[in-house]
């Protein structure tokens, strides 16, 4: 194996070659389309419960708490997979890791469908959750280390449009089954749980043929098989390059600290782009959104609709989630990431307030649709503005921030702390909509977002238009913090 023929370019360089049409296009498309399955898998199995919650209850005689739990314990597993994969994928590389989480989302799903009661659901939706929250940090990571810098906003972000195509798929299943079924066949959210083996089975075998990541390989020393996938997924003459730069970037960063925790927590710049990531990755959380995607069908059925009525008006905020998901990509790459997220924020905070204003002074009326049907429209609004300008960003900018040697931990806890905020949010919302109803909900939600905006403003960074090896260098510096020079 070759471990020096390329010689270290100044790390963050200009000089790679411009990137121009030809085929490896195609192939950086195939292999996002592949390894975005682990999106499309963790959008439906966080989703799938929303609208299956009732049946399962039914049917497995389960009262409030026990649907809790068995919502829950995805959500608090997902906390430990998203802090423990990123590790993993350091050692065994990021495409071993997306095939043991493939593996793990088949497992689940059959313990999960065969399940007797309570218990045996609870397993299942832990080790789908070990794999759900693994998928959160592995696979963006994985398609930031694929891109080229300049299209690496819209590839890395591809995985958030499949987690919402996921989920989509989740709701709209489950009101066609729900609908069709239900009255009949209360085992009926078996059969929703067992469509999400379908995804799972492609990404064992889509994985297995798709290329690690160049950026690791480099990390191990494995100079020749990162240089062959490179070529593959560049322009010509632009792979030995930009694996200089890679090259030097490994060279500086192993001289500056083995970024270990003790060393980490001794760069003042490293702790504070770390705080920055969980802080990012809090407020994604504190929007409010999971209390539409796990409880959406409870939160409508407040506004008035029906039972069934509820399960097809959910798919509207699904949809719209599609859209601006696919509006979001388009956008990554020509909008500051900041300007993305301060508009996010506030957009969000005044939808917020909007539909605590509107659950307050429309007054009830069960001869009238007239205030479920505005209450639907807000969500929607939310959830369209939240994932045009929020979701994409969030997992973007993650994927990117944190240095090579230190990638996987800035990643794995701000996801982490990202699913406990989660969890906890999933785990307490009935009861929060229970004290608080549904306008005091939204204003609180209306509050948490003028702070993230707040917190936005003065700390997050840009990060468009710089290479991973330039973030590198200007997150360890503190350069990043400054403003960007001309």
């Known amino acids: 194996m070759s471990h020096g023929s390329i010689a270290p370019a100044p790390a963050g360089s200009s000089h790679l070659p411009p990137l121009t049409p030809g085929p490896y296009r195609s192939r950086l498309g195939k292999v996002a389309l592949v390894a975005t399955l682990g999106g499309l898998l963790f959008g439906y199995d966080t989703s799938v419960i929303n609208g299956a919650g009732g049946f399962m209850s039914q049917d497995l005689g389960l009262d409030a708490l026990g649907l809790g739990v068995a919502v829950s314990s995805l959500l608090f597993a997902a906390a430990v997979g998203a802090l423990t994969g990123g590790r993993i994928s350091d050692v065994i590389g990021r495409k071993r890791t997306i095939l043991v989480m493939a593996l793990m989302f088949l497992v689940g799903v059959v313990i999960v469908v065969s399940a007797p009661g309570l218990g045996a659901v609870v397993v299942g939706r832990i080790v789908l959750g070990l794999a759900v929250g693994a998928a959160s940090v592995v696979v963006p990571v994985y398609l930031a280390e694929l891109a080229p810098y300049e299209i690496r906003g819209s590839l890395a972000g591809r995985n958030e449009m499949m987690i919402v195509t996921g989920q989509l798929a989740a709701i709209v299943i489950n009101a066609i089954i729900g609908n069709l079924w239900g009255e009949q066949f209360v085992g009926v959210w078996r059969v929703m749980f067992v469509f999400a083996g379908i995804p799972a089975v492609l ?284």
């Open 203 to 486: 990404l064992l075998l889509g994985m297995a043929r798709l290329p690690e990541s160049p950026r690791w390989l480099m990390a191990r020393r494995r100079e020749d098989e990162a240089r062959a996938i490179l070529e593959t997924l560049r322009p010509e003459g632009r792979a030995v390059p930009e694996l200089a730069d890679i090259a030097c970037s490994h060279e500086v960063e192993s001289r500056r600290s083995s970024m270990s925790l003790a060393e980490i927590l001794s760069n003042k710049n490293l702790v504070k782009i770390v705080l920055i990531g969980c802080g990012i990755a809090f407020f994604q959380q504190t929007t409010g959104i999971n209390s539409i995607l796990y409880y959406g069908e409870k939160v409508l059925h407040e506004s008035g609709f029906s039972h069934g009525g509820a399960l097809i008006a959910n798919i509207a905020p699904a949809a719209i989630s599609v859209v601006a998901a696919i509006v979001a990509l388009q956008m990554m790459d020509r909008v500051s990431r900041r300007k993305t997220f301060l508009w996010g924020y506030g957009l969000v905070a005044f939808s917020h307030l909007l539909i605590g204003v509107a659950a307050v002074a429309i007054p009830e009326n069960p001869d009238s649709l007239l205030k479920p049907f505005v209450l639907l429209a807000l969500i929607t609004f939310f959830v369209g503005a939240m994932q045009l300008c929020l979701n994409v960003a969030t997992w973007v900018t993650l994927s990117e921030i944190f240095p090579q040697r230190m990638r996987a931990f800035g990643m794995g806890l701000s996801v982490f702390v990202l699913w406990m905020t989660n969890s906890f949010l999933g785990l307490f919302f009935p009861k929060v909509i229970e004290v608080l109803g549904l306008s005091g909900s939204f204003f609180a939600f209306a509050v948490l977002n003028v702070v993230a905006f707040a917190f936005v403003m003065k700390w997050v960074p840009e990060t468009r238009g710089r290479t991973l090896e330039q973030l590198e260098e200007d997150v360890t510096t503190g350069e990043i913090h400054l403003p960007r020079r001309a």
